[in-house]
């Protein structure tokens, strides 16, 4: 079942994501619970969608305007969990990332994020996104290394429209950031 997500997801929204950041960026599994633990606290819940069955979050989507993002950085919560000078480093990551886009018209969605362990669960949210969103284009970025939703994308039509080399955290195995589209 595809819904909006409540409060009493974050913990399995924070969960698919952090697999999803530990995955992609290489982490060491020592840290996957203060990873964890920050982005519980900095979510901003209503931006979310959530794939449930049986009581338990499968697969989420942020979907936004561009005003806001799905993470809300705060640099007390980022210390908290990661002491005063990597959390201050790790806020100022945040913010570049999960600043309000301004690059996006009235009539485009941007597709914060897509997580789903089940390609079932991914093409579930992405196909009730596009119902929900008629005649909307729907934008969204992802890295080459992240092959499972890059094939989610495709099958639920979007297209590639352009390619950038990855500017982020070094030696993760990422080379490209590949933008999609979906003209709905």
Same mark, same amino acid.
Request: charge should be neutral; hydrophobic fraction near 45%; include cysteine.
């Given at each position: @079942?595809?819904?909006?997500?409540?409060?009493?997801?974050?913990?399995?929204?924070?969960?698919?994501?952090?697999?999803?950041? =530990?995955?992609?960026?290489?982490?060491? $599994?020592? +840290?996957?619970?203060?990873? %964890?633990?920050?982005?519980? $606290?900095?979510?901003?819940?209503?931006?979310?969608?959530?794939? /449930?069955? +049986?009581?338990?979050?499968?697969?989420?989507?942020?979907?936004?305007?561009?005003? +806001?993002? @799905?993470?809300?950085? &705060?640099?007390?919560?980022?210390?908290?969990?990661?002491?005063?000078? @990597?959390?201050?480093?790790?806020?100022?990551?945040?913010?570049?990332?999960?600043?309000?886009?301004?690059?996006?018209?009235?009539?485009?969605?941007?597709?914060?994020?897509?997580?789903? &362990?089940?390609?079932?669960?991914?093409?579930?949210?992405?196909?009730?996104?596009?119902?929900?969103?008629?005649? %909307?284009?729907?934008?969204? /970025?992802?890295?080459?290394?992240?092959?499972? =939703?890059?094939?989610?994308?495709?099958?639920?039509?979007?297209? /590639?429209?352009?390619?950038?080399?990855?500017?982020?955290?070094? $030696?993760?195995?990422?080379? /490209?950031?590949? @933008?999609?589209?979906?003209?709905?």
């Amino acid at each position: @079942m595809i819904r909006c997500a409540q409060n009493q997801d974050k913990k399995g929204i924070a969960a698919l994501l952090t697999g999803s950041i =530990m995955r992609d960026f290489a982490i060491a $599994d020592n +840290e996957r619970a203060r990873i %964890m633990a920050l982005i519980e $606290d900095s979510l901003h819940t209503a931006l979310f969608l959530v794939s /449930e069955r +049986e009581g338990v979050v499968q697969g989420a989507a942020a979907i936004i305007d561009g005003r +806001e993002r @799905m993470i809300k950085v &705060d640099a007390g919560a980022a210390r908290r969990h990661f002491g005063p000078i @990597m959390g201050t480093l790790i806020a100022r990551a945040l913010k570049k990332e999960f600043s309000p886009r301004t690059d996006l018209s009235s009539n485009v969605w941007f597709i914060d994020a897509l997580v789903a &362990d089940d390609p079932f669960d991914a093409d579930a949210l992405l196909n009730h996104v596009k119902s929900s969103l008629p005649g %909307m284009t729907i934008k969204a /970025e992802i890295t080459d290394k992240n092959t499972a =939703m890059l094939a989610a994308y495709k099958r639920q039509g979007f297209e /590639e429209v352009a390619r950038k080399p990855f500017t982020g955290v070094k $030696d993760t195995g990422i080379k /490209e950031q590949i @933008m999609l589209a979906y003209a709905g």
